[in-house]
C-alpha cells in the first residue's frame, strides 16, 4: 500500500493480489467492523489512513479487480518466476487499466415477473381442497406433475407426497360424514 507496486516472485504476488483485493473491499465499505478488519491486516497507521481514504475514494466505483500482476522474467540465482503486483487507475502505472466487462458491471433488479417464476410454487393441499369426489391419488398426482414440471424432481416428489397425504385426509373425512 506505501508504493502502490512491489516486485516480488510470482506465486507471493498471486496471493497478494488477493488480500489486496480483499482489503481494498473492506475499506470501501466505510464502517467500523470493515476498519477493524483493514486493522488486523494493514500494520501502519499511515498507510491504513491512506488505504481508508484515499484508495477508499479511489475505487468507490469500481466493482472489483484493484491490482494486476505483471509478470517480469525470471530471477538470475534460482529462476525464480518474477512479477510485479500494482495498484490499477494510479500514476505511473506500467501498463494502464482496460475497461470493465460488461458482465462485471452490476446486475439490474429483478423484474416482478422473474420473482413470480421463482417464488416457491403454493403446497399441494389447496389444490387437492375442492377435489371432486371421484379423484384418486394418481389422477391429483398426474395433475400436479403437469402443473410443476419445471420444478426439480425432489420438489415434485414433495409435493407429490403431500397431495396424497392431504387426498387421503379429504377421503377419510368424507367417510366420517356419510
Known amino acids: 500500500m506505501q508504493h502502490e507496486r512491489i516486485h516480488t516472485t510470482l506465486a507471493r504476488a498471486k496471493q497478494l493480489r488477493k488480500l489486496a483485493d480483499r482489503v481494498i473491499t473492506w475499506a470501501k465499505q466505510g464502517d467500523k467492523t470493515a476498519e477493524r478488519r483493514v486493522e488486523r491486516v494493514v500494520r501502519t497507521e499511515r498507510e491504513r489512513h491512506s488505504l481508508l481514504t484515499r484508495l477508499a475514494e479511489r475505487y468507490g466505483d469500481r466493482?472489483?479487480?484493484y491490482t494486476r500482476v505483471l509478470r517480469a522474467g525470471t530471477r538470475d540465482r534460482?529462476?525464480?518466476?518474477m512479477a510485479f503486483v500494482e495498484l490499477v487507475d494510479r500514476e505511473g502505472e506500467l501498463r494502464p487499466a482496460r475497461p470493465s466487462p460488461e458482465w462485471s458491471r452490476p446486475l439490474p433488479p429483478p423484474?416482478?415477473?422473474?420473482m413470480a417464476r421463482r417464488a416457491r410454487p403454493p403446497r399441494a393441499r389447496p389444490f387437492v381442497a375442492g377435489a371432486e369426489d371421484e379423484d384418486t391419488a394418481p389422477e391429483v398426482v398426474l395433475r400436479l406433475r403437469e402443473k410443476y414440471a419445471h420444478l426439480p424432481l425432489a420438489a415434485r416428489r414433495v409435493l407429490e407426497s403431500e397431495a396424497r397425504?392431504?387426498?387421503e385426509e379429504q377421503q377419510q373425512e368424507q367417510r366420517q360424514r356419510r
Open 111 to 114: 423484474s416482478a415477473a422473474h
Open 63 to 65: 466493482p472489483g479487480g
Open 165 to 167: 397425504a392431504a387426498l
Open 78 to 81: 534460482d529462476a525464480a518466476e
